[in-house]
């Protein structure tokens, strides 16, 4: 190689593209075009997010117009003023002369692609939104590796003729397929072959660099297309030794065996690379591709895991989504791209962009119960429901995972790594659930009525229903209580004797439960009888001994007392002002509101317990007692559980408890730990039945050492509290609503407490993670307060609206209060009562009637101004989008003009310059 020459053709072409005018015209329709497919698609403002996706969709169908530009005067230019010979009779080889040129060409694409970058990196700085800088370098990355592939198809088409308009045409035709290819369910009916054709197009090969990954797969697929090109090209420039010869047919086909052998080669190469894809960073600023350590090592295991073949992920979801859910659409197919990607092949991912009817969407249904679900979506200040998909299927064999719905406050990474860890396993940890008479399982099995909980705990666990009534037999991973307090006095016996023998167990007692104050006893409540009584009245059932099991665990429970805390945050139920609403969070005074060196409360940011009650560990246990959250210091106290049970039945004096604040804070759960003492009656029991111990005490001490020897500790968690897992916080973390309880990590808490239990804790850090993605948060500022006063406005409308209702009604009852305050008799009177009520009624229906489509009119006209404020900001700054991109190669054509003229004018007589 002879890099004098090679220098001096890439200079020559470089140079020559951007002497003319042509040059500058190309990269101002380049950047315009750039510009209009980032900002002007619908979609971007629906989505909200400061990215590249809409420009990744359009930018290679921008390419074949932009990139033959570039390349048809490769060589077709050479040809048509007779350079070409010039330049084969330097002293260089083929291969000199096609790098000097495809170097050009791939510089002058750069140069390009560094404008376009440039101003649109400008518009979103500093009229949209701060972009995540790492993810726009690496989308432009891709573009690049995509560009030079690209550069390389349409040299190959130059140097087929000598015509720059069949240059340009063959150009855009050879480059079509990689376009084409991310579109295949237009034209391929089949998806399995639509889904493979997919795969090898310039789009989906893009994907990791859009996601803010740059990976050796991806360049590996835009290098080998480039190399196979240049390779061609060459082929085609040095076919002039070979096609005068005798045997040049013959030397054609052993060059296109050659060209093919290659190609096979480098399909074979960029195959393997993407298997075995290891080498990949996430440069993004938020990291939004990284995996968490714990998947990580959760995928190695799964590598190295010789009896798991493959597994399946099958995510179906709409082409568009609202906005809400892009930021979830987006992070559920880079989380399940970076799965794949690092699984060794174990992992086989399939994303199904379906419409929501059609043969695909029965199929989704058929085979997983997947369907497009109904969402409320606000839109300015209007609520709309949408229906859209938005779910993922992972299987193995025979067991499968399904998640119908991936809502906004699901963690995708902790969804995803479970699911394929659960089918993995030949069989799921067991998890029994204690049948206390809290309905949140059926006891026959049944998946209807189960509550959210059990629907969580299914897809780890087999989750099956405990019958306490008999001795607790069978092997369980772990037990789960709610309210066990309710059981009857023999089944609560056999629930502490499963305690006792070290069967895992996770206690949820309340003193008081808020939500279920008519048909759930507190811990210090009679139970009453479900069968009425023969006078209608109910009839108090036996109840276990609660205090049986608080003394085996060495721990103080006063069932009569709630716990209140005089602190709430900011983004919380400021409506509901209940100091029982007990906020668990840094803020509330406790520097030991979560404990911290616990896997099953580190990392938590918030709880909210309703009407909790208090732990206090016994003075002389022996037992290993860790605190697990804790109430506020110094704002917290105490409150009688019966007298707030009355304010809850109706009586109107809820400020008047008494209440007694304290100096401490309450701990309101806690992990024990330890042996059962050594005086307990199940370990001083008899061997066996009908064994006298003063007859036998020889067999009597063998069988307590027995017992001691097989022994396990026991291991309980205890939270004074049932409210904190009923079904509204279930849907509070799936909606993921940013004005209700938005910090608040209810789920996350009792599903770590079963783990914590059952000895599994690979998916706690895993279960706190989120993702944050930059949205246009200047559109946001800009439009705040337009929609500010729309809510004003439209506050203020259904205030006067409520008043003139208000009126009416007050109307109504003074004709009426009239007519009773009458002198007339009786009979007379209720006549006249009766024939005002029906005037007065139909008038105030027919006034109540105006008014609601009074309503209805302004509320929509409000909105409709709403909506054009909103829509002239975004038109705004579209306008902005496509003058700003097209200056700076504007600006730099105008110096290069005025510098050549310049140059030309130098050594001329003036006499000639007029």
């Known amino acids: 190689m002879k890099w004098n020459v090679l220098t001096a053709i890439f200079k020559r072409d ?95 694409f750069t140069v390009s692609l560094l404008f376009s970058a440039v101003s649109i990196y400008t518009v979103f700085q500093y009229g949209l939104g701060d972009p995540d800088v790492g993810l726009y370098i690496s989308t432009y990355i891709g573009y690049w590796f995509m560009g030079i592939a690209m550069i390389a198809i349409g040299m190959v088409a130059s140097f087929l003729t000598a015509n720059l308009t069949v240059g340009f045409i063959l150009g855009m035709l050879f480059n079509m397929p990689l376009a084409l290819f991310g579109v295949a369910n237009w034209f391929v009916k089949d998806p399995a072959w639509a889904e493979l054709i997919r795969r090898w197009s310039a789009v989906y090969q893009f994907g990791d660099f859009k996601r803010g990954v740059l990976s050796l797969g991806g360049m590996a697929y835009f290098v080998a297309i480039a190399a196979v090109m240049v390779y061609v090209s060459m082929i085609l420039i040095g076919r002039r030794h070979w096609q005068s010869r005798d045997d040049g047919k013959y030397m054609l086909a052993h060059y296109l065996t050659r060209a093919l052998a290659l190609l096979a080669i480098a399909v074979g190469v960029t195959v393997v690379i993407q298997d075995r894809n290891a080498l990949r960073a996430d440069v993004s600023s938020a990291k939004l591709s990284t ?44 989380t399940l791209e970076e799965i794949k990607s690092l699984s060794a092949g174990k992992i086989e991912v399939a994303v199904h962009e379906i419409p929501n009817y059609g043969p ?51 963690p995708i990474e902790y969804e995803l790594i479970r699911s394929i860890m659960t089918v993995s396993e030949k069989q799921r940890p067991k998890l029994g659930v204690i049948n206390t008479g809290v309905p949140i399982m059926n006891p026959d099995g049944s998946l209807r009525g189960d509550w959210p909980l059990i629907t969580e705990l299914r897809k780890q666990y087999e989750v099956v229903s405990v019958d306490a009534a008999q001795p607790i037999r069978g092997t369980y991973d772990v037990l789960l209580a709610v309210q066990p307090s309710m059981l009857s006095p023999d089944a609560f016996d056999h629930f502490v004797d499963a305690i006792r023998a070290g069967i895992p167990t996770a206690v949820l007692e309340d003193p008081f439960p808020y939500f279920y104050p008519a048909n759930m006893p507190g811990t210090g409540e009679e139970k009453q009888s479900q069968m009425m009584g023969m006078f209608g009245g109910g009839q108090a059932e036996p109840k276990g001994d609660i205090d049986q099991l608080w003394r085996l665990l060495g721990i103080r429970v006063n069932p009569m007392e709630v716990i209140w805390q005089n602190y709430e945050p900011e983004a919380s139920v400021r409506s509901m002002q209940d100091p029982q609403f007990v ?25 909210l317990l309703l009407y909790p009650g208090a732990i206090t560990r016994v003075d002389d246990s022996k037992l290993k007692f860790e605190q697990i959250i804790a109430s506020g210091v110094g704002n917290s106290g105490t409150a009688p559980a019966r007298l707030l049970q009355r304010v809850e039945q109706g009586q109107p004096n809820g400020e008047n408890v008494p209440r007694q604040q304290t100096k401490d804070g309450y701990i309101l759960a806690a992990h024990i730990t330890g042996p059962p003492p050594e005086d307990d009656s199940a370990l001083n029991a008899p061997a066996k039945e009908g064994v006298d111990l003063a007859d036998a005490p020889e067999n009597a001490e063998a069988s307590v050492k027995a017992k001691k020897a097989n022994q396990r500790d026991m291991n309980v968690i205890v939270v004074t509290d049932i409210d904190w897992i009923i079904p509204s916080f279930f849907t509070i973390r799936d909606i993921g609503e940013e004005n209700f309880l938005p910090a608040t990590q209810n789920v996350p808490f009792i599903l770590n407490i079963i783990d914590e239990l059952a000895g599994i804790d690979r998916f706690m850090d895993i279960r706190k993670r989120a993702r944050d993605h930059r949205t246009l948060a200047k559109i946001d500022e800009a439009t705040a307060e337009s929609r500010k006063q729309a809510a004003d406005d439209q506050d203020a409308f259904l205030k006067e609206i409520t008043k003139q209702e208000e009126e ?9 209060e009239e007519v009773e305050s009458s002198s007339a008799s009786d009979r007379d009177k209720a006549v006249l009562l009766e024939q005002v009520r029906m005037r007065e009624q139909q008038r105030l229906d027919a006034k109540v ?66």
């Open 14 to 108: 470089f140079v020559s593209y951007f002497s003319s005018p042509t040059g500058y015209v190309f990269i101002c329709v380049f950047v315009v075009l750039s510009a209009l497919a980032t900002f002007w698609p619908p979609e971007f403002f629906a989505s909200n997010l400061a990215n590249l996706d809409q420009l990744s969709h359009w930018l290679p169908f921008i390419m074949l117009v932009f990139i033959p530009a570039i390349t048809m005067s490769a060589w077709a230019e050479e040809r048509r003023q007779g350079t070409d010979e010039l330049l084969l009779t330097l002293p260089a080889s083929d291969f000199d002369v096609v790098l000097g040129k495809y170097l050009a060409g791939v510089a002058i």
């Open 291 to 334: 995996l968490s350590p714990n998947t990580l090592n959760l995928l190695s295991e799964l590598r190295e895991n010789k009896e798991v073949k493959s597994i399946k992920v099958d995510a179906y979801v709409s082409p568009h989504v609202p906005t809400d859910y892009a930021a979830v659409k987006l992070n559920l197919i880079s």
């Open 360 to 410: 695909e969407a029965e199929l989704a249904e058929k085979n997983f119960g997947i369907v497009p679900q109904e969402q409320t979506i606000s839109t300015g200040g209007e609520y709309k429901n949408e229906e859209f998909f938005m779910g993922i299927a992972v299987t193995s064999g025979l067991d499968k995972v399904v998640t119908p719905f991936v809502n906004k406050g699901i």
């Open 583 to 607: 906020f668990i969070d840094a803020g509330n005074g406790n520097k030991q509101a979560f404990n911290q060196n616990l896997d099953v409360s580190s990392g938590l940011n918030q709880l």
């Open 808 to 816: 009416a009604r007050a109307t109504m009852m003074k004709a009426i």
């Open 849 to 914: 009637r105006a008014l609601a489509s009074q309503r209805r009119r302004e509320i929509k006209q409000i909105d409709y101004d709403l909506d054009n404020k909103v829509r002239a900001v975004q038109d705004r700054y579209k306008l902005y989008a496509i003058l700003i991109p097209p200056i700076p190669p504007l600006l730099l054509a105008l110096a290069v003009f005025f510098r050549r003229r310049e140059l030309e004018r130098q050594g001329v007589s003036r006499e000639r310059l007029k």
